[in-house]
């Protein structure tokens, strides 16, 4: 079965600009959870969404956006982006909600 | 608000040593605990699930094990290899949070 996968992998935009993420989760998985990690912060959580429906959501700026389609692939954008955007994005997929299985992440650096 | 630790925050040890992460958390009424291996620069793989009506969980030579009562969760690494070489991260569900995180224990095994 394969993974999680996210594209792009790597990611240089300026300041200003947006940007949008892809996660396709493992066949089946309908929950798909966005992270951002960084040096500072560790791991924080962005967003969850389960059947194309946002279930939860962290404490985030609005520029920090998701959504799910039919087919379970998730994507997260960021508008104006800001220096301190800059991080691994990380997203992870579930069948039931239990145990969660991340992808290999998608490095965004802002200039 | 759940808060999760780990300590130490970096750890180095000779090869063939056996060694223990460490992982608490504030609020007990967690219904699972996820430990997770993370590569510089790649996303997290999933180590072991235990769910909150289990006290151990093992994979080859690893076991976790879970006490919720006290809040603690603790990793053991038999006979560590160069390979164990990576950050260590647990982390647990808690409220609208599909997983909160520690910060980590940044892991060296020195052949």
């Given amino acids: 079965k394969a993974g999680v996968t996210q594209t792009p992998r790597y990611l240089i935009k300026t300041r200003g600009q947006q940007v949008t993420l892809s996660c396709s989760p493992i066949s089946g ?5 966005w992270y951002q ?56 997929s579930s069948s039931t909600g239990n145990e969660q299985f991340f992808g290999p992440g998608t490095r965004l650096t802002v200039l | 608000k759940q808060e999760v630790t780990q300590i130490p925050a970096a750890l180095s040890v000779p090869e063939g040593e056996n060694l223990v992460l460490n992982c608490s958390f504030t609020d007990s009424a967690i219904y699972n605990l996820q430990w997770f291996r993370q590569d510089p620069g790649k996303g ?68």
């Fill in chain 1, 29 to 33: 998985h309908r929950s798909v959870s």
């Fill in chain 1, 37 to 92: 990690q960084t040096p500072g912060q560790g791991l924080q959580f962005l967003f969850e969404y389960f059947s194309e429906t946002q279930r939860n959501k962290g404490n985030f700026p609005g520029r920090f956006s998701g959504r799910q389609f039919s087919n379970s692939r998730s994507e997260m954008n960021v508008s104006t982006l800001e220096l301190g955007d800059s991080a691994l994005y990380l997203c992870a």
């Fill in chain 2, 44 to 111: 997290l793989t999933s180590l072991l699930l235990i769910q909150s009506s289990q006290r151990e969980q093992t994979s080859g030579r690893l076991n976790a094990s879970l006490d919720k009562s006290s809040g603690r969760s603790t990793l053991y690494i038999a006979a560590s290899q160069p390979g164990d070489s990576a950050t260590y991260l647990c982390a647990v569900p808690s409220g609208n949070t599909p997983l909160v995180f520690g910060k980590g224990t940044r892991l060296s095994v020195i052949a």
